[in-house]
């Protein structure tokens, strides 16, 4: 059963331009989540989406947005730029909602702003 | 404010004896707490759950232990392995009306040695 997988695993951007990062999650997994992980400030929650609809959302500027398709495929975006959002974003997928077994997440897609 | 808490960013330990890690949470609404584990450039994999009505779970080398009333958890290892050196990431879920989301402590780094 092949996991939750993202890309691309690796990106450099220039300060001012926009991004997309992909993920597809486990197969019938309807859920996904979106993290940011720095550093300075850890793994923060961004969004998560169930069934085309975005039902929570953390403390991130507008710049960053999500959608998810009919097939519970998710893409993130961050427009213009800026260095501080050099991280690993990394997306979770589980069935429904979070349960016991938690989330399962993919590998990141490390986001260099220079 | 940082709702969940890793006091120790690091633990060392030598093969085969005991790692404890803990976590302490503010938000008494957590119904959910979960261990990840971490390697460099990949995602969190998952690892035990407990959930707010237990005060116990077990799966194999790993026990965690929840203490409501002190509103903290831990994280036993036995017998530790040189494969568990790794980054360990504490997580509480609340479920509500819109979603969940994981909020994360800031990990703590163990290095098991041999």
């Known amino acids: 059963k092949a996991g939750v997988t993202q890309t691309p695993r690796y990106l450099i951007k220039t300060r001012g331009q926009q991004v997309t990062l992909s993920c597809s999650p486990i197969?019938?997994?309807?859920?996904v989540s979106w993290y940011q992980q720095t550093p300075g400030q850890g793994l923060q929650f961004l969004f998560e989406?169930?069934?085309?609809?975005?039902?929570n959302k953390g403390n991130f500027p507008g710049r960053f947005s999500g959608r998810q398709f009919s097939n519970s495929r998710s893409e993130m975006n961050v427009s213009t730029l800026e260095l501080g959002d050099s991280a690993l974003y990394l997306c979770?997928?589980?069935?429904?909602?979070?349960?016991?077994?938690?989330?399962?997440f993919g590998s990141g897609t490390r986001l260099t702003v220079v | 404010d940082q709702q969940v808490k890793q006091n120790s960013p690091s633990l060392s330990v030598q093969e085969g004896r005991i790692s404890i890690l803990n976590c302490d949470y503010t938000?008494?609404?957590?119904?959910?707490f979960l261990w990840y584990k971490k390697y460099p450039a990949e995602g969190p994999t998952f690892l035990i759950s407990?959930?707010?009505?237990?005060d116990k779970n077990e799966d194999g080398r790993f026990t965690v232990f929840l203490n409501k009333s002190a509103k903290h958890l831990s994280l036993h290892i036995v017998p530790s392995q040189p494969g568990d050196s790794a980054v360990y990431f504490c997580?509480?879920?609340?479920?509500?009306?819109?979603?969940?989301?994981?909020?994360f402590g800031g990990g703590t780094r163990v290095l098991v040695k041999p």
């Open positions: 979770a997928s589980s069935l429904a909602g979070m349960g016991e077994y938690g989330y399962t």
């Open positions: 197969s019938g997994h309807r859920s």
């Open positions: 989406y169930f069934s085309e609809t975005q039902r």
């Open positions: 938000n008494s609404m957590f119904d959910y």
């Open positions: 407990i959930s707010s009505i237990k």
């Open positions: 997580a509480a879920s609340a479920e509500t009306a819109a979603g969940n989301k994981l909020t």
